[in-house]
């Protein structure tokens, strides 16, 4: 009963939270609020952006509907695992379309500590980590435009 409970109240913030991240977006794109015109310029990538990131939460976000197995600490790594992994993939996303550098470098971070995070949590449960391969920011040239 925990675990659903868990399960639930961590699934209520997740929807919190996205809905949220959405709201600004949605009033700066100005179409859910009839005569609303936005005076910002929307940039030549955020629409490209914008529908890669729905793309990879509405991934995250399925994968981390795990039916309980009973396992307190198993259930929680095959939540958290799809989390992380839409976190590196966001910040990918970033790196192919973002342009600050500052946040191009925290975004290349978060790649590297979710995958570490990935791969502590799954020592902890006595598994071999995943398989060791070039971050997603290395090996590819991702446009810094």
């Given amino acids: 009963m925990e675990n659903w409970a868990f399960r639930r109240r961590f699934g209520a913030g997740l ?20 005569g609303l015109v936005s005076t910002v310029p929307t940039p030549a990538g955020e629409p490209a952006l914008l529908g890669e990131n729905e793309a990879a939460m509405t991934r995250m976000m399925e994968a981390m509907a795990v039916p309980p197995s009973g396992d307190i600490d198993r259930d929680f790594v095959a ?38 995070e ?16 070039p971050a997603p920011t290395q090996g590819t040239i991702l446009s810094t435009r």
């Fill in 118 to 133: 990935i791969a502590a949590m799954q020592l902890a449960l006595g598994e071999a980590p995943p398989p060791s391969a």
């Fill in 79 to 116: 939540m958290m695992t799809p989390h992380h992994q839409g976190a590196m993939d966001m910040a990918v996303i970033y790196l192919r379309h973002g342009r600050n550098e500052q946040l191009r470098r925290l975004a290349q971070e978060i790649v590297v500590t979710q995958q570490q």
């Fill in 15 to 34: 929807v919190v939270l996205t809905g949220l991240a959405g709201a600004p977006v949605m009033a700066h794109e100005g179409h859910h609020h009839p």
